[in-house]
């Protein structure tokens, strides 16, 4: 009995202590924080976060007017500055661009402290149901984007005497081949492995990847339509707000984490059924 009230004491502190927010500018002594995907979702809740803690934003997107609109978000002594990209351009172009942008603001390296890589889509089809042209787009915006995050983070916090982040938003499709959705599964298997890559290779930085279900409700939706069930399956979604408080208060005390309860399941679930057993549900979910 003593052992069981302790466990539950030991495990209520550990809740607590995984859900307190990390003080950001003190533990990375930096000013400035990066964020792509910004203009939408997880990227727009996770800016406006980062400014009630006092930090500026650099806030990189594709579309100009929605970065504008973005821009409008303000805080005391804090402000967000865009970056026009797409990373389903060419992105060897990334560095010099972002390199003169720095200058043009008059931002030092030495005070970004901290990357959110957060860019991604979804495309629920078959394999053989995209063209190779298509494969590979979806690949360059779903990993490559993060692998070009991580390679220009990572050489500039090695030049930073402070300790830095890096976070990647990967999903829970990480863990399974589920159906009409192996290219996303592979891409955000790859992402996963790197953050653990980049997570045991580089113990100076704070590595974190977070991998959520659907988000909200709507695109669950839409997944469930694409893959040709018509139940919403909202009980099963998180919130950009869910996966924010991970993103801010993981840092520094763990290298991966599940958001919501949905994903610890498909997560056990993958390990006991194995990639056929899921991919059975996912086919009898689907209606197929």
């Known amino acids: 009995l003593v052992v069981s009230i302790v466990s539950v004491i030991l495990l209520i502190i550990y809740y607590f202590y995984l859900n307190a927010n990390v003080d950001i500018k003190k533990r990375y002594k930096c000013s400035y924080v990066v964020i792509t995907g910004a203009t939408g979702g997880i990227g727009t809740v996770l800016t406006q976060k980062m400014l009630q ?20 978000n303000t805080a005391p002594n804090c402000k967000v500055v865009p970056f026009l990209f797409d990373f389903t351009d060419d992105l060897l172009t990334f560095a010099p661009r972002f390199e003169k942008m720095l200058q043009l603001n008059q931002i030092p390296k030495q005070e970004i402290g901290l990357c959110y890589s957060n860019i991604g889509y979804s495309d629920y089809k ?21 692998t070009l995050m991580g ?10 005497k402070c300790r830095s982040g890096l976070c990647f938003t990967s999903s829970a499709e990480a863990y399974i081949i589920g159906h009409k959705v192996s290219m996303y599964h ?17 113990p100076q930085f704070d590595v974190l990847t977070v991998h959520p279900t659907a988000v909200t409700g709507r695109v669950l939706s839409e997944f469930s339509k694409k893959v040709g069930n018509k139940s ?13 408080q991970h993103l801010v208060s993981r840092l520094g005390k763990m290298s991966h984490s599940d958001v919501g309860l949905s994903t610890d399941v498909v997560n056990i679930g993958s390990r006991l059924l194995g990639n056929r057993g899921i991919t059975w549900i996912h086919k009898v979910i689907g209606g197929m």
């Open 151 to 160: 390679d220009y983070f990572v050489r500039l916090f090695m030049e930073r």
């Open 53 to 72: 803690k006092g930090l500026n934003v650099i806030a990189i997107g594709r579309n100009q007017q929605l970065l504008d609109k973005l821009c409008l």
């Open 186 to 202: 592979v891409s955000k298997r790859a992402l996963t492995a790197l953050g653990s890559a980049l997570h045991v290779e580089y």
């Open 232 to 244: 919403e399956f909202k009980a099963v979604a998180v919130t950009e707000a869910d996966v924010v």
């Open 126 to 146: 078959l394999y053989h149901e995209s063209s190779y042209e298509e494969k590979i787009k979806f690949f360059q915006a779903n990993l490559g984007s993060h």
